[in-house]
């Protein structure tokens, strides 16, 4: 009997010791509903497109094509928090374009499941991470896969990455050191071969309408087809209000080896600005920017290097030339990895009442170099083109908004003409687009 009264205590005290922190445990449940159709006379694949004056290029032909489709995003996220110093962020997320596979038919790979029938393996894990203040110190930590993106507009990185972020805000500074682990050779042990990127950043408020920033980002790659190469980036920023008016300003320069290139130097370099002011119902906005391209062809590079295809500038607000912020899996933007370029950017977003807005932009791109200069197949001019885009959009509940947009690019001589007389006859690209956005 003894035994039998201290076992029914045993498992009521762990009972109750188990209970107390699910008890305290609070959950936060987020997310998003995307749901847009697109008529286009342009696009690719993933990673696909044609190759026009020396670079990749979303699909462009003569007498392209109009075609439709429709594509829907959700994004759910799990928050577990212990208390305000410690919790788990989870976040996941489920493409599919409206027709492309069902029943598991192409299990090897994600955004998937809007054929007939559906019922297709897609859940995409976006971001898995701890994050946790030190008690009684400035010290934030975030550990595992996380959402990191760089103090220069995105044009770097913007992306989600496995890593650890220390973070510390004290005396007006935020300073911020990181390691985050890119890849690693399939098939060899783990940790031998990997491709690595460290950062320290920065940021000083010299005022509450100043903050000066520096930055150094070093990103090395010892896998088998790199032997060991560093490509080191030192930066600078800044971001000043001077009411009405806010104004950015950034540049960023690249040396060390060209990543992931044996015996090839690296010294390349970006420079961009960005500004807004509250003009009567809205806020106009303008943006320039230049990123270094390839001045000759030897082992040397003077190309500005973006990591991947994780290039983003959303400060111009174009919807073709440069990745946009609506983007899914189908979009393809002329500029994809920014490099080579140089642009500058004007738009105005006007609020017509508390649910009515619209906007409107422009922008005008050019490489900063040619390829294949003083022969025939060298572009007839840098020009790449001019975007005329807008957007207007509807509030139906405070969580949920409408959308329709519009784009049109008008391409320059970069692709359209070479220096040898050719005509590519290329037609502008489009598109159209209508959107239901809902956020929880």
Do not use: C
């Not at 009972?15 to 987020?30: I, S, W």
């Not at 997310?31 to 462009?60: E, Q």
């Not at 996380?146 to 510390?168: C, E, F, H, K, R």
């Amino acid at each position: 009997m003894k035994k039998k009264i201290f076992a029914v205590a045993a498992a009521g005290a762990m009972t109750a010791a188990t209970a107390v922190p699910a008890l305290a445990l609070e959950n936060e449940f987020h997310g998003m509903f995307r749901v847009f159709g697109t008529i286009s006379n342009y696009g690719s694949t993933n990673a696909s497109g044609s190759t026009i004056a020396g670079v990749l290029t979303p699909d462009l032909s003569s007498d392209a094509p109009t075609r439709g489709y429709m594509e829907q995003r959700a994004r759910l996220m799990y928050i577990a928090k212990a208390n305000d110093d410690l919790k788990l962020v989870t976040h996941f997320e489920i493409d599919s374009r409206w027709g492309d596979n069902a029943y598991n038919s192409n299990n090897t790979t994600r955004n998937n499941g809007g054929a007939i029938g559906a019922d297709q393996t897609n859940l995409e894990t976006k971001n898995v991470y701890l994050d946790f203040n030190i008690p009684s110190t400035p010290l934030n930590f975030k550990v595992g896969i996380q959402p990191w993106v760089d103090s220069y507009g995105g044009i770097l990185v913007n992306a989600d990455m496995a890593g650890a972020l220390a973070t510390a805000k004290y005396a007006g500074f935020t300073n911020s050191l990181g390691w985050f682990r890119f890849n690693e050779d399939a098939g060899s042990l783990p940790g031998k071969a990997t491709r690595d990127f460290m950062i320290l950043d920065t940021k000083y408020n010299l005022s509450k309408d100043i903050r000066i920033g520096g930055s150094y980002y070093l990103l090395t790659d010892d896998r088998a087809a790199s032997d060991n190469t560093y490509t080191h980036m030192i930066g600078v920023n800044a971001d000043m209000k001077f009411d009405p008016v806010t104004v950015g300003a950034f540049g960023m320069y690249q040396f060390g080896d060209t990543p992931s290139t044996v015996n090839s130097d690296l010294s390349a370099f970006l420079v961009g600005t960005t500004a807004k002011a509250k003009v009567g119902i809205g806020t106009v906005k303008l943006a320039a920017l230049y990123v270094s391209g390839e001045q000759n062809a030897n082992t040397d590079s003077s190309a500005f290097q973006p990591i991947n295809s994780e290039s983003s500038f959303y400060a111009a607000d174009m919807q073709i030339m440069l990745r946009n912020k609506w983007n899914v899996n189908n979009d393809r933007s002329l500029v994809q990895n920014i490099s080579n370029f140089y642009g500058a950017f004007v738009g105005y977003d006007a609020n017509i009442t508390d649910k009515l807005f619209a906007n409107v932009n422009a922008g005008f791109g050019f490489a900063a170099q040619t390829a294949g200069k003083g022969t025939a197949a060298e572009p007839d001019s840098s020009y790449r083109g001019t975007e005329l885009n807008a957007e207007v959009g509807y509030k139906l509940f405070d969580n949920m908004t409408v959308m329709a947009q519009g784009a049109y690019f008008i391409l320059g001589d970069f692709y359209q003409k070479t220096k040898g007389g050719v005509d590519n006859n290329l037609d502008d690209p489009y598109q159209a687009r209508l959107m239901v956005n809902y956020a929880f």
